[in-house]
């Protein structure tokens, strides 16, 4: 588990500019802890942090998929039928959403709850 930090160790780590840069999730835990975060802090950071990484992953597929199905509709040499019926609506939107925000919940909180 965690591991006894001094209270100038505490200090010194607080007021660092960047203070995941020195470790993976376990140890910035770790941190967080020693100097003074609860649970229920641990865990809003933990699913705040999914949460953005669950959008900018959803708006990259989005418009990926976007530019890919732009690209391919207006390729002669592809014979697909029904190609051209193809789009991204608002289905596809609610569905990445929904996908997006289930995930990072999902993901987000399992670490908090350990």
Do not use: N
């Not at 900018?56 to 592809?78: F, K, V």
């Not at 014979?79 to 993901?107: G, K, Y």
């Amino acid at each position: 588990m965690c591991r006894w930090i001094d209270p100038a160790h505490r200090l010194r780590k607080s007021l660092e500019p960047s203070p995941g840069a020195g470790g993976g999730p376990q140890q910035r835990i770790c941190y967080a802890t020693s100097i003074g975060a609860g649970r229920a802090r641990l865990v809003r950071q933990l699913l705040t942090e999914s949460l953005v990484l669950a959008g900018a992953g959803a708006i990259l597929g989005l418009g990926s998929a976007y530019a890919i199905l732009s690209y391919l509709s207006h390729q002669g040499s592809i014979a697909l039928p029904l190609l051209a019926m193809m789009r991204v609506d608002a289905t596809v939107l609610e569905w990445t959403l929904l996908i997006a925000v289930a995930a990072a919940l999902l993901f987000g909180a399992a670490p908090g709850f350990r």
